[in-house]
């Protein structure tokens, strides 16, 4: 795992033009129902923002490209659990974690679109989240407005650290 941390870290590095849209899929991919349990999207996310300025590549773009990235995977982790209901839980690799989404459900019932934003912040709970809302029938507006305020805050908290720290020692 640490190795393709290192090689995923290193092609953004040598091929900048290239990063906008690996960080979208890496954002994709982390909030996306299922990959998200098998990717290590958010170490590499972190790493890139230390090294944004110095590879010389703008933060904006990248910034951007994660925001829509992680809007995209709930979008989709949504539709899944809206269409597939109860039935998703028996696919790989949520059958291999049966606690998962009865937690996800606990969290919904008692937060709803509270529950679904700050899942995004909270491990397993950020893919989790979008599929126990669609699960349920959340209706589309407040799904979407939790959905793209935590996205905006999410993006914002994986690469900036990074990027503030480079920028203040350079």
């Not at 539709?79 to 989404?101: E, Q, T, V």
């Not at 799904?143 to 990074?162: C, D, E, K, R, Y």
Request: hydrophobic letters at 60%.
């Amino acid at each position: 795992m640490e190795l393709m941390i290192h090689h995923v870290l290193e092609f953004i590095r040598t091929h900048a033009a290239w990063a906008p849209w690996i960080i979208f899929l890496l954002a994709f991919g982390e909030s996306l129902a299922f990959i998200s349990l098998l990717l290590p999207a958010t170490v590499i996310l972190l790493g890139v923002g230390g090294f944004i300025g110095a590879a010389g590549i703008s933060f904006w773009p990248l910034w951007c490209a994660a925001v829509l990235g992680a809007i995209g995977g709930d979008w989709l982790s949504y539709w899944l659990g809206f269409h597939y209901k109860g039935a998703i839980a028996r696919l790989w690799p949520l059958s291999r974690s049966p606690a998962l989404l009865p937690r996800g459900h606990a969290v919904f019932e008692r937060w709803g679109a509270i529950g679904v934003f700050g899942g995004r912040f909270f491990g397993p709970l950020r893919c989790i989240m979008p599929l126990i809302a669609g699960i349920c029938g959340m209706r589309q507006l407040p799904f979407q407005i939790a959905n793209v305020a935590s996205a905006l805050i999410w993006a914002t908290g994986v690469l900036s650290p990074g990027w503030v720290v480079e920028r203040w020692l350079t």
